[in-house]
């Protein structure tokens, strides 16, 4: 075996947040506790969105995807991270890295797409309520979720495909809790400019380019009611403010992970653990607590539950 093979790099070490047990141990708690329950909080939103016959609907059909891809995006990186916090080496194989990279951006892509559905979708409810059940058909809504699928993982297969063969010789430090493509293209033993120039326009531009549209299509949306009807805005208001803080933390930290042109260790850390564990139990409670048909069929949905059981 020759020399050049022997420094391959064949795993990467995170480097924590601090070398201190007692902070590692609260951000495992923290962790683990936002962590199941964003699990319990998605699966809810799931089971209800199917279980229940009132909520067969082009807008709940979206949201229940929704929870979908924030159950697979957590469960991308939040268990390995998790597991990580208790370990004194913290470290992850290439191919976990690509793996882990793989679905974190196949799935946010996903999600970036279904998010600007669901503003359409709100926008035909609001502004063209008649045309409704026409436009948004259940054909028209997989074609919706199809789409959105497809373009997540093109996204995601362009830029690790330029990845998977670039050479590692060392450092293999990712300074960061998770692997992210900014970092591990820097650790590449070759010129990486064009390569870290192409990630930043495939993630950070797609990232802004999505934001935008959505605050956009959500400021017609309301000036389009108050043109129409000024005792609606109220209405509309209430309806698009839930998904208007979705968008917006969601879409916060990406653009500062490939838009801000200077990095901060500790607020990358705290925005991976953000990104990873908050965000995707953030999104049902927002759409729940606000929502009151969801809560009415969450309620029959936990009455169901508790009368089997009895009668079992």
């Known amino acids: ?40 909080g ?11 016959p009132h909520l067969q609907t082009p807008m709940y059909f979206l949201l229940a995807n929704l929870s979908i891809m924030d159950l697979i995006f957590c469960s991308s990186t939040a268990p390995k991270m998790i597991y990580d916090l208790l370990r004194k080496r ?22 970036m797409v279904l998010l600007i559905t669901m503003a359409f979708d709100r926008y035909i409810a609001i502004c063209k309520p008649l045309h409704y059940l026409t436009i948004m058909s ?24 330029f990845v998977v063969d670039l050479p590692f010789c060392g450092p293999n430090e990712l300074d960061s809790f998770v692997c992210d493509l900014p970092r ?11 390569l870290e120039f192409m990630v930043t326009a495939n993630s950070g531009l797609i990232s802004v380019a999505s934001f935008l549209i959505l605050i956009i299509s959500y ?17 509309a208001l209430s309806t698009l403010s839930a998904h208007v803080t979705v968008v917006v933390l969601f879409f916060g930290p990406l653009i ?54 009895k009668i079992s």
């Not at 705290?270 to 409670?285: E, G, Q, R």
Request: glycine share 4%.
């Open 138 to 161: 259940p054909r028209r809504c997989i074609i919706f979720l199809v789409i959105s699928w497809v373009i997540g993982l093109i996204h995601s297969v362009t830029q690790l495909v």
């Open 90 to 111: 913290k470290t992850i194989s290439f191919w976990g890295c690509i793996v882990q990279m793989f679905f974190t951006h196949a799935t946010g892509g996903t999600e």
């Open 42 to 52: 998605n699966l809810l939103i799931v089971l209800t969105v199917t279980s229940d």
């Open 184 to 194: 591990f293209v820097k650790l590449a033993c070759t010129e990486t400019y064009t």
């Open 1 to 40: 075996m020759d020399e050049a093979n022997l420094s391959v790099v064949s795993e990467f070490v995170f480097v924590g947040l601090s070398n201190s047990w007692e902070i590692q141990l609260f951000l495992f708690l923290f962790s683990s506790v936002f962590y199941v329950a964003s699990l319990m």
């Open 219 to 235: 400021i017609f949306i309301l000036v389009t009611v108050q043109k129409k009807s000024s005792g609606g805005i109220s209405k």
């Open 256 to 309: 500062f992970f490939y838009v801000w042109p200077f990095p901060t260790s500790h607020l990358d850390k705290f925005l991976a653990i953000f990104n990873s564990v908050i965000t995707p139990f953030l999104n049902p409670v927002i759409y729940t607590f606000r929502n009151k048909e969801m809560k009415v069929a969450m309620r029959r949905l936990c009455t169901q539950v508790i009368n089997y059981s």
